[in-house]
């Protein structure tokens, strides 16, 4: 099945500081999200983009689908940004099953 | 974005009970509903695909018999813990979207610890 990997699994950063994510999936997707697990355990739906680049205020992201990628970016960042990030895909020959999750960056903002 | 509701989102029990968890599309009809499992500090592994009106599908390793999956309506998923032990102590989160390959929703989870 397909795999998908995110790095870095652990990421502290200061307050105010910038960061890039990066999930790489090894097949071909027709579904690509970004979640935020707040500490309550709710997935927070950050993107759905399966290609191209969207923003939503301090956060962006870009999906190059062609070279199996996906990047989030987090600009100014505050202590509530704190949590797990998860990317999970839908392999585009299983339409309709699914997400398949990536282990997760855990970042850590201090004040 | 459309709206999963999942109830409980805390329950104790006694080993050997069981306990159902209910999941519901609030504002969309969803003939597919997803069921995953994720264990402190790990990632959401799949349990099960739950079918509108048919039998759920299993993931391999997941018991069928523990875990009743029952998808009655367009709107509503339950998932029943059968003769529950400790080492089914974990955080259920279920799953549903719109259409076939639209943004998927997740619910509150459920945090189920037997004791």
């Known amino acids: 099945g397909i795999q998908v990997e995110q790095s870095p699994p652990d990421l502290i950063l200061q307050e105010g500081a910038n960061s890039t994510l990066r999930c790489n999936f090894s097949?071909?997707?027709?579904?690509l999200q970004w979640f935020h697990q707040n500490p309550w355990g709710q997935l927070i739906n950050l993107f759905y983009?399966?290609?191209g680049t969207k923003q939503n205020g301090r956060l962006s992201a870009t999906t190059v689908a062609t070279e199996r990628y996906s990047l989030l970016y987090i600009s100014s960042s505050q202590t509530t940004d704190s949590g797990v990030y998860f990317c999970?895909?839908?392999?585009?020959?299983?339409?309709?099953?699914?997400?398949?999750f990536g282990k997760g960056t855990t970042l850590s903002v201090s004040s | 974005g459309a709206v999963v509701s999942q109830h409980p989102s805390r329950v104790i029990c006694k080993s050997g009970t069981s306990v159902k968890i209910e999941c519901r599309s609030l504002?969309?009809?969803?003939?597919?509903m997803f069921w995953y499992r994720q264990f402190p500090k790990q990632s959401l592994m799949l349990m099960a695909t739950?079918?509108?009106?048919?039998?759920?599908?299993?993931e391999q390793g997941v018991e069928k018999d523990k875990f009743l999956i029952n998808h009655a309506s367009l709107t509503l998923s339950t998932l029943t813990v059968t003769s529950a032990h400790p080492e089914d102590s974990s955080f259920y989160i279920c799953?549903?979207?719109?259409?076939?390959?639209?943004?998927?929703?997740f619910g509150q989870g459920t945090r189920l610890t037997v004791v």
């Open positions: 799953s549903a979207r719109q259409g076939r390959d639209t943004e998927a929703f």
């Open positions: 097949d071909s997707v027709n579904n």
């Open positions: 983009i399966p290609s």
């Open positions: 999970a895909v839908g392999p585009l020959d299983q339409a309709g099953t699914a997400l398949i």
């Open positions: 504002d969309f009809q969803a003939t597919t």
């Open positions: 739950s079918n509108e009106g048919s039998k759920a599908t299993y």
